[in-house]
Nanobody, 126 residues
Framework: QVQLVESGGGSVQAGGSLRLSCVAS????????MGWFRQAPGKEREFVAA????????YYADSVKGRFTISKDNSKNTLYLQMNSLKPDDTAVYYC???????????????????WGQGTQVTITS
């Protein structure tokens, strides 16, 4: 089983940028598909972005298309989320998640992932 630790969150003004990182332990990270989710107070945890095992295919929620970029560096056991043109509605705790081989092909629901990080807070001020 992999273990995931997010970092890079913080407070930034609207229009600014942040890059989140998710460092994974385990020898099989390179074979895992990965995703980013976020959860604001009083709301359900929602899908943000996902990538296949190699990082070559990316999928995004409509709310972040054109602003966020997901990437995966298997040589560093690290998943990234580059967030540009940030809005106050992006304020949330952001979580990375892993889907191992054989877990299925669906990618937009919380139950599609097997392992989760602890989350990192992102706060966007207007």
């Amino acid at each position: 089983q992999v273990q995931l630790v997010e970092s890079g969150g913080g407070s930034v003004q609207a229009g600014g940028s942040l890059r989140l990182s998710c460092v994974a332990s385990g020898r099989t990270f390179s074979s895992f598909a990965m995703g980013w989710f976020r959860q604001a107070p009083g709301k359900e945890r929602e899908f943000v972005a996902a990538t296949n095992w190699s990082g070559g295919s990316q999928y995004y929620a409509d709310s972040v298309k054109g602003r966020f970029t997901i990437s995966k560096d298997n040589s560093k056991n690290t998943l990234y989320l580059q967030m540009n043109s940030l809005k106050p509605d992006d304020t949330a705790v952001y979580y990375c998640a892993a889907r191992p081989p054989g877990f299925g092909e669906a990618r937009m629901q919380r139950t599609d992932y097997a392992t989760w990080g602890q989350g990192t807070q992102v706060t966007i001020t207007s």
